[in-house]
């Protein structure tokens, strides 16, 4: 079973038709999960919906998502992410709106628990610190966890001989993850849409069941037409330029 794991597409179609396609060109996929945040920020929030449903998601929700159907305040969201908000609010079909309400903060699926932010605080928390990743893997039921909303590659290994009990690392472009029986992990993908590692292309993982493996991935996409199209529906300047820079 091969399944690609996406997070943090944030409308930025064309970054995901790039991941879909690069996920598809290796074999056929038997499922696709989502980290939520797929929308906001991004110039076409309707049609990553559309294309993700199209796709079979299952998906759990952001808190981008969230503030585009005004169940999130966006009072702590800096201004341009505020702005990209209401844009988004008032361009979502109504279908898409319940697509977006009707999805759960924390999902499981077979050994995997799929989560935004952390399981303390699904929409919010970003698994950044050693304090976030134990109190994420306190409440991890399953042996393997999937997050987002950092929009940065990672992976939590958690093991005693660590002094913190877990530990972080970087995930970079082909890294391969094992999965062992015993071993507990969470795996960021990093983001599709909006990249903040330094490294611009779209980050995705494929989850391989025969082989016991999450492979990351990075993969180049033409950045400048979805600057166009930011440009054109007159979003924050700045939103457009970082995805250039990928940070
Ligand atoms: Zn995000």
């Given at each position: 079973?091969?399944?690609?794991?996406?997070?943090?597409?944030?409308?930025?179609?064309?970054?995901?038709e790039?991941?879909?396609?690069?996920?598809e060109?290796?074999?056929?996929?038997?499922?696709l999960?989502?980290?939520?945040?797929?929308?906001?920020?991004?110039?076409?929030?309707?049609?990553?919906?559309?294309?993700?449903?199209?796709?079979?998601?299952?998906?759990?929700?952001?808190?981008?998502?969230?503030a585009?159907?005004?169940?999130?305040?966006?009072?702590?969201?800096?201004?341009?992410?505020?702005?990209?908000?209401?844009?988004?609010?008032?361009?979502?079909q109504?279908?898409?709106?319940?697509?977006?309400?009707?999805?759960?903060?924390?999902r499981?699926?077979g050994?995997?628990?799929?989560?935004?932010?952390?399981?303390?605080?699904?929409?919010?928390?970003?698994?950044?610190?050693?304090?976030?990743?134990?109190?994420?893997?306190?409440?991890?039921?399953t042996?393997?966890?999937?997050?987002?909303?950092?929009?940065?590659?990672?992976?939590?290994?958690?093991?005693?001989?660590f002094?913190?009990?877990?530990?972080?690392f970087?995930?970079?472009?082909?890294?391969?993850?094992e999965?062992?029986?015993?071993?507990?992990?969470?795996?960021?993908?990093?983001?599709?849409?909006?990249?903040?590692?330094g490294?611009?292309?779209?980050?995705?993982?494929?989850?391989?069941?025969?082989?016991?493996?999450?492979?990351?991935?990075?993969?180049?996409?033409?950045?400048a037409?979805?600057?166009?199209?930011m440009?054109a529906?007159?979003?924050?300047?700045?939103?457009?330029?970082?995805?250039?820079?990928?940070r």
């Amino acid at each position: 079973m091969r399944i690609a794991i996406v997070s943090d597409v944030h409308a930025n179609l064309e970054a995901l038709e790039a991941v879909l396609h690069h996920a598809e060109a290796a074999g056929a996929l038997d499922g696709l999960w989502c980290l939520g945040d797929m929308v906001g920020y991004g110039p076409q929030p309707n049609e990553v919906l559309e294309r993700l449903q199209e796709a079979g998601v299952r998906a759990v929700v952001g808190n981008h998502d969230l503030a585009a159907i005004g169940l999130l305040s966006t009072d702590d969201f800096n201004p341009a992410a505020a702005a990209a908000a209401h844009w988004t609010a008032r361009q979502l079909q109504e279908g898409q709106r319940h697509y977006l309400a009707s999805l759960p903060q924390v999902r499981r699926e077979g050994d995997f628990t799929l989560v935004h932010g952390t399981l303390r605080w699904p929409v919010w928390e970003y698994l950044y610190s050693y304090g976030a990743a134990q109190a994420h893997l306190r409440l991890q039921e399953t042996p393997f966890g999937l997050v987002g909303h950092t929009h940065v590659p990672m992976l939590v290994v958690e093991d005693a001989s660590f002094p913190h009990g877990c530990e972080l690392f970087y995930l970079r472009d082909g890294a391969v993850v094992e999965l062992k029986p015993g071993r507990r992990l969470v795996i960021n993908p990093g983001s599709v849409g909006q990249p903040r590692d330094g490294d611009p292309r779209a980050s995705y993982a494929i989850y391989d069941s025969d082989a016991g493996t999450v492979v990351l991935h990075r993969v180049e996409y033409n950045i400048a037409v979805t600057q166009r199209l930011m440009e054109a529906a007159g979003l924050p300047r700045w939103l457009s330029e970082r995805l250039a820079v990928g940070r």
